[in-house]
Each structure stands twice: as C-alpha cells, then as structure tokens.
C-alpha cells in the first residue's frame, strides 16, 4: 500500500531553471494539495485540487502551476526558480468527506542556488 | 476564514512527566480538529482527530487531546513522555460551515523530551 509517494526526494536546481514535482496517491482520493513548508512558517498552501479536473490557487500560488492529470495524480510545475522557492514540498491528499484526515507524501527537498 | 495557533515554538519536557502541546482555533462554524506529527526527514502523519462527541479523544502512541468550544482550544496531552515522542507537532482545522473543506495547519510546536 504506498499511499501517497512523491519524486524526486531531493532536488537541487539553478536559478531559472524549471523542474516538475510529481505526486500520484493510490488511494482513489478526491481532492490533492500541495504545501511547502519553511522554518517558523508551519505549511503553507500553494494549490490545490477538489476533484480530478478542478485545480485552484492557496495562499502562496505565485512562481508556481499546478496539473491534475487524473485522479491519480497532480504535478507541481516550477517554471522559473529561484532562491526564495528553496523549501520541502509535501504533497497530500484526502477522500472527498469532511471529517477525514490528510495522508502526506515523504517531501520534496528542493534547493535554489 | 479560518486559522489555528500554535503559541509555543518548542516545548521542552523531561521523559516520564506529562505533556501538553497547545493549540487555538478560529472558524464561523463547527469545526473539524486533527493533529500530525512529522519525524526528521519525514512527511506528516496523522494521530487523532476530533469530530463531534466526547471532548476528549485518543489517538495513537498514546496521545489523547481535549477539545474545550468555549476556550477553542484542542490541546495535545500525554501521561507520560518518551524520548522517541521528540518531534515536530501540527494542529490543524477543517471548518464546516464556510464550505472550505482545505486543512489549514498551525507552524508547528516542537516537541522536546529529554532523557
């Protein structure tokens, strides 16, 4: 049962480059969510999606895109990095009830020089 | 809208003593009250959640936590602590009422406990 598995595990890009986070849960979940998380600032939400097909923007959308391809999965697009998007990416996702809670991906570790 | 508070950065405590790991909530509604811990290097897992009913909830390894409406708090507790409890703590809030179903978490509490 792998739950929700996210790659790469680490990553370390240049300024400017662009790079795609992948996520894929198997556990037929209707909404997905992406959170960095920084030092002192908890998880913040950068997108999210309610349903395959619905995709909107959380608190920290700016430098980012989001896909959901399907169900399954939803892919996190840096088109251009920089420093300030040094962070641990998590991936999560949850059934489509209220009172559920979030299962978490392992993190991405992406580091901007 | 809603939010959740965390007040305190690290809480240290000696292993075998109680715990507590604080948390406050704000929601227009009724609201749905989980906590995660993460580990070093490790996603967010999750331990207990409240919902409706009895205030207070048990959860794995132990922990238990107290939903208090009038205070809007749902404090973290354990009896007693180990040393492999020292982590990093999340609460979160999901609110019904608002129709915003996204989990919003607090910034954490670390959680220290020394042998």
Redesign the interface.
């Known amino acids: 049962n792998a739950g929700v598995t996210q790659t790469p595990k680490f990553q370390v890009l240049k300024t400017g480059q662009s790079m795609t986070l992948q996520c894929a849960q198997d556990m037929n979940h209707n909404s997905m969510y992406w959170y960095r998380q920084d030092p002192g600032m908890g998880l913040r939400l950068i997108y999210y999606s309610a349903s395959e097909g619905t995709t909107d923007k959380g608190e920290v959308p700016n430098g980012y895109n989001v896909s959901r391809l399907n169900k399954r999965e939803f892919s996190l697009r840096l088109e251009s990095a920089a420093p300030s998007q040094t962070s641990v990416y998590f991936c999560a996702s949850i059934p489509g009830y209220m009172n559920t809670e979030a299962f978490f991906g392992q993190g991405t570790r992406l580091t901007v020089v | 809208a809603q939010s959740v508070a965390?007040p305190e950065?690290q809480v240290n405590v000696a292993e075998g003593n109680p715990l507590t790991v604080k948390c406050t909530y704000s929601v227009s509604g009724n609201p749905?009250l989980?906590w995660?811990v993460q580990y070093p290097?490790?996603?967010?897992?999750?331990l207990l959640?409240y919902?409706t009913g009895d205030n207070l909830v048990k959860g794995s390894y132990g922990f238990e936590a107290e939903f208090n409406k009038s205070q809007t708090s749902f404090h973290l507790k354990k009896p007693s602590a180990l040393v492999s409890d020292s982590a990093l703590y999340?609460c979160?809030v999901?609110d019904?009422s608002g129709g915003s179903?996204?989990?919003?978490?607090?910034?954490?509490t670390s959680l220290i406990v020394h042998p």
């Open positions: 965390q950065d749905y989980f995660y290097n490790r996603g967010l897992q999750f959640k919902i999340f979160a999901r019904l179903y996204i989990p919003t978490f607090g910034r954490g």
